[in-house]
């Protein structure tokens, strides 16, 4: 980062994580916390505010340190590259930091591999919380069922992945969360089976979906176990439901007039999986992008508590 000073204005120069260069100037002095907050938001991710945007001078410190820059908290590629770098054992903490600058009147969390103690904090100063995305967390249905009462606000949740979660977790949201509009609920790519065994087949999920969250409109399942029976409990009790992704779900046979019922919604993915090879092969190429960078920090230096401080 360079900066200049001509007596009444200063221009900053400051380089994003693309190596592109923005450059911010003119009576930067003048602009108050929330519209500076609003420049930094949309050049700077969080780590960079942090370490590069906060230290060019007292009053953009104060605005990095300020609520305005975390109404909307983005910490998902920080959170899986402490994973890659071993440094799990960071991601709550720093969530909690970041919580408290916000002074609980964040709208929108994303993390990856949060744990309870995280997701505790989260969920009792969210009362303003709207989009929580914490896909692969470690949180376990005992926590989920004490703290998801204050989550009034919730509208979307990410909760893919979360092999703690079960049946029970999955209720809790259902039945305290209940302004839910959209629920993503993905699971591990399973092989396709060449048979199929009744025990292969659980449509808990489906039903407690179908019973709790009747307001939904978007619904995300891929791979999951649900079978027609569970599909048909959602279609029926969930009449606002217009986007629903059943991909990689073997179970689902579609019989009867069920294909009918789903291709009036305005957008449905079908179980099977040729239809979305496309897609898959998308994913594929930026998993292995992902896999290249392993090793690779946000940071300059390896991500460590007091970058966030």
């Not at 949740?157 to 977790?169: M, N, R, W």
Request: net charge negative; aromatic share 8%; hydrophobic share 35%.
């Amino acid at each position: 980062m360079e900066s200049s000073t001509d007596g009444e204005s200063k221009r900053v120069c400051i380089k994003l994580e693309n190596d592109a260069v923005c450059m911010v100037g003119g009576r930067w002095d003048e602009l108050s916390p929330e519209i500076l907050a609003s420049i930094f938001v949309r050049i700077a991710p969080p780590e960079l505010m942090v370490r590069s945007v906060a230290l060019v001078c007292r009053s953009w410190m104060e605005t990095v340190a300020g609520p305005y820059c975390w109404v909307e908290i983005d910490l998902e590629e920080w959170c899986r590259r402490c994973c890659i770098a071993n440094r799990s054992h960071l991601i709550d903490p720093t969530v909690r930091k970041i919580v408290r600058r916000s002074r609980f009147t964040f709208r929108r969390i994303s993390t990856y591999r949060l744990g309870n103690v995280g997701f505790s904090f989260v969920a009792d100063r969210g009362r303003c919380l709207k989009i929580l995305q914490i896909p692969q967390s470690e949180i376990t249905d005992e926590v989920v069922e004490k703290h998801a009462g204050s989550l009034v606000n919730l509208t979307f949740l990410d909760i893919s992945y979360c092999s703690k979660v079960t049946e029970k977790g999955l209720k809790a949201f259902g039945k305290q969360c209940k302004s839910l509009t959209h629920l993503r609920r993905n699971m591990p790519l399973w092989e396709l089976p060449t048979n199929f065994e009744a025990s292969d087949i659980n449509d808990q999920d489906a039903l407690i979906i179908a019973e709790t969250m009747k307001g939904l409109q978007r619904l995300d399942l891929a791979f999951n176990w649900l079978s027609d029976t569970g599909l048909v409990a959602i279609l029926t009790q969930c009449k606002a439901l217009t986007h629903l992704e059943i991909q990689g779900c073997w179970n689902v046979q579609l019989k009867g007039n069920l294909e009918e019922r789903c291709e009036k919604l305005v957008d449905f993915r079908s179980p099977w999986i040729d239809e979305h090879a496309d897609g898959l092969a998308v994913s594929s190429d930026n998993d292995s992008r992902e896999d290249e960078s392993e090793g690779e920090s946000i940071y300059s230096e390896s991500p460590s508590s007091s970058d966030i401080d």
